[in-house]
């Protein structure tokens, strides 16, 4: 029963961000301006172009960033990773970059499916190197993600530079939902069906986050499972960076306070990993609206300084308790 509150509390709680985030704005929306007689339909045309695709661009983005970052956390067997901190999202950036140098005038699909193999490529090594790795504490597993996202980074702007790409990268490693339109963040909505896929294949994802020996003792298909996961989690990513750009930190917050209620149970916690997602989210596109109103804070920047201090808190307080 105190499951279903929380999950009815927090369906209520993104739907009335959902309704406020319709009407911030510097162009007046409103009740009155909407049903107004005097209306010339500027304000209707507002809301069904802009304000609700980028409303719903957000609870998408928001929900789908979550799920990745808890899923990667039950493959990596550690807490404290998701995609921006094991170099997933690097990985895709780099796959941008390999596009817009070899296919400048590549669709938006085939930029997604690049992306998405480039950020495979980068999960995996991050979990070979990982399996090398002999001292296998809970500290250790996110300083060598961050390690290695570093490197990919360093390489991506590498190359950015010497082809004078180094704008147009930047576009994709900010999230920004400020040009979100009407007919361009649709491809976000497969973000919906990847999402259903990790929920029906929950169990054995709990199962694989169990280790290799104990999930095939199991009769367990471990690697094809491990397979499956990454292949969601690459293909989530790449989406979300190629339409809106990065959002650091969000996996990692979010499923470690979830976890604080439902434990390691993954179907039972993941409904509530989707919503707490889209609803932080939406907080911070708000809050970007807001704080230098009529200009706008890109919520990258916003879930960078929050979730960067959220992660340090995390670290410390894990260090602080094993002491």
Same mark, same amino acid.
């Given at each position: 029963?105190?499951? $279903? ?7 209520i709680?993104?739907?009335g ?12 929306? #409103?009740?009155? /301006?909407?049903?107004s007689?005097? *209306? ?18 957000l ?18 067997r *550690?807490?404290? !990773?998701?995609?921006?901190? !094991? ?12 596009? %817009? !140098?070899l296919?400048?005038?590549a669709p ?8 998405? !193999?480039?950020?495979l490529a980068?999960?995996?090594?991050? %979990? ?5 790795v002999?001292?296998?504490?809970i500290?250790?597993?996110?300083? @060598?993600?961050?390690?290695? #996202? ?6 991506t ?19 920004d ?8 963040y ?7 069906? %990847?999402? @259903?896929?990790?929920?029906? /294949?929950?169990d ?5 986050g169990?280790?290799?020996?104990f999930?095939? *003792? ?9 397979g499956? =996961?990454? /292949? ?6 790449a989406?979300?960076?190629v /339409? @809106?750009?990065?959002?650091p ?8 306070i979830?976890?604080? $209620? ?5 179907r ?11 609803g ?7 809050a970007?609206?807001l ?15 929050v =979730?960067?201090?959220i992660?340090?808190y995390?670290l ?8």
């Amino acid at each position: 029963m105190r499951k $279903s509150v929380l999950l009815a509390t927090a369906l209520i709680a993104i739907i009335g961000l959902g309704i406020a985030s319709l009407f911030i704005g510097v162009s007046d929306v #409103s009740l009155s /301006t909407l049903f107004s007689e005097d *209306n010339d339909r500027r304000a209707l045309l507002i809301l069904l172009a802009s304000r609700i695709p980028r409303t719903l661009a957000l609870i998408l983005a928001g929900s789908s960033m979550a799920i990745a970052g808890l899923l990667l956390q039950m493959l990596a067997r *550690n807490r404290f !990773v998701e995609p921006s901190t !094991v170099g997933t999202v690097e990985s895709a950036s780099l796959g941008l970059l390999t596009t %817009l !140098v070899l296919w400048p005038g590549a669709p938006v699909i085939v930029k997604m499916m690049i992306a998405a !193999v480039f950020a495979l490529a980068g999960t995996a090594l991050f %979990l070979k190197i990982l399996s090398l790795v002999q001292w296998r504490d809970i500290l250790i597993v996110p300083l @060598v993600g961050l390690m290695l #996202s570093g490197v990919i980074a360093s390489a991506t702007d590498f190359f950015a530079y010497r082809f004078e790409l180094l704008q147009a990268l930047s576009a994709w490693r900010t999230g920004d939902f400020s040009g979100v339109l009407r007919g361009r963040y649709e491809m976000l909505w497969l973000t919906l069906a %990847l999402a @259903v896929a990790t929920y029906v /294949t929950a169990d054995r994802f709990t199962v694989a986050g169990l280790g290799e020996g104990f999930a095939t *003792n199991l009769g367990l298909a471990y690697k094809r499972v491990v397979g499956l =996961g990454l /292949t969601i989690v690459a293909l989530m990513t790449a989406i979300i960076t190629v /339409t @809106v750009g990065t959002i650091p930190f969000l996996g990692l917050i979010v499923p470690n306070i979830v976890r604080l $209620s439902f434990g390691d149970n993954m179907r039972a916690g993941l409904p509530h990993v989707a919503l707490m997602g889209a609803g932080l989210v939406l907080l911070s596109d708000i809050a970007g609206r807001l704080i230098r109103f009529p200009y706008e804070i890109p919520i990258g920047t916003v879930m960078g300084v929050v =979730g960067s201090i959220i992660f340090l808190y995390l670290l410390l307080r894990r260090s602080t308790t094993d002491a």
